[in-house]
T-cell receptor, first 114, second 109 residues
Framework: DSGVTQTPKHLITATGQRVTLRCSPRSGDLSVYWYQQSLDQGLQFLIQ???????AKGNILERFSAQQFPDLHSELNLSSLELGDSALYFC?????????????FGSGTRLTVV | DAKTTQPPSMDCAEGRAANLPCNHS???????VYWYRQIHSQGPQYIIHGLKNNETNEMASLIITEDRKSSTLILPHATLRDTAVYYC??????????FGAGTRLFVKA
């Protein structure tokens, strides 16, 4: 157990639908990062939050959004889902916003869009 | 884009040392090199990191060249459970750290 909790572990939904993925960072970590990993691809950085504020955006589609709540958990919202959105979505956390101490990853949410 | 380069795949016999190279020629003086691995769709797992000196922990050793332009991760006695994709990254990108394709290590019995 890495200390980063992601729910749900698996999600199957239809095209056009909207889903919410949840992440609870490791205790004491203030920063949360979201990554997408499509089949046999590397991890693509989506977005980062630090202490409730958006810190950086990567290759995140406009149909996707995220937020970090006062208790530091984060949610990634994916809407108007397409088949190509099927992927593993990982959340990672770090102590501060630089990630200099490394990241701790959760076990991911596998999203299947049918 | 990833700022490190790694061979796409490597084989290693079980019980032997696995030496995984990484090129990070654009790394600057105060940037750490981190190694992670991902075992079959699980979340990436931290292995080790270093700045200048060689490092060792219970999982692996990290050898960094004097000019810091490359490093080698050493798994001293590879087991079948070490079969994974190994990522070498530098945190120059900070929060935008890009994980490249990594090296797919196959440990064979």
């Amino acid at each position: 157990d890495s200390g980063v909790t992601q729910t749900p572990k698996h999600l199957i939904t239809a095209t056009g639908q909207r889903v919410t993925l949840r992440c609870s960072p490791r205790s004491g970590d203030l920063s949360v990062y979201w990554y997408q990993q499509s089949l046999d691809q590397g991890l693509q950085f989506l977005i980062q939050y630090y202490n409730g504020e958006e810190r950086a955006k990567g290759n995140i589609l406009e149909r996707f959004s995220a937020q970090q709540f006062p208790d530091l958990h984060s949610e990634l919202n994916l809407s108007s889902l397409e088949l190509g959105d099927s992927a593993l979505y990982f959340c990672a956390s770090s102590v501060d916003g630089t990630g200099d101490g490394g990241y701790t990853f959760g076990s991911g949410t596998r999203l299947t869009v049918v | 884009d990833a700022k490190t380069t790694q061979p796409p795949s490597m084989d290693c016999a079980e019980g032997r040392a696995a030496n995984l190279p990484c090129n990070h020629s654009t790394i600057s003086g105060n940037e750490y090199v981190y190694w992670y691995r991902q075992i079959h769709s699980q979340g990436p797992q931290y292995i080790i990191h270093g700045l200048k000196n060689n490092e060792t922990n219970e999982m692996a050793s990290l050898i960094i060249t004097e000019d810091r332009k490359s490093s080698t991760l050493i798994l001293p006695h590879a087991t079948l459970r070490d079969t994974a994709v190994y990522y070498c990254i530098d945190l120059a990108g900070g929060f935008k750290t890009i994980f490249g394709a990594g090296t797919r290590l196959f440990v064979k019995a």
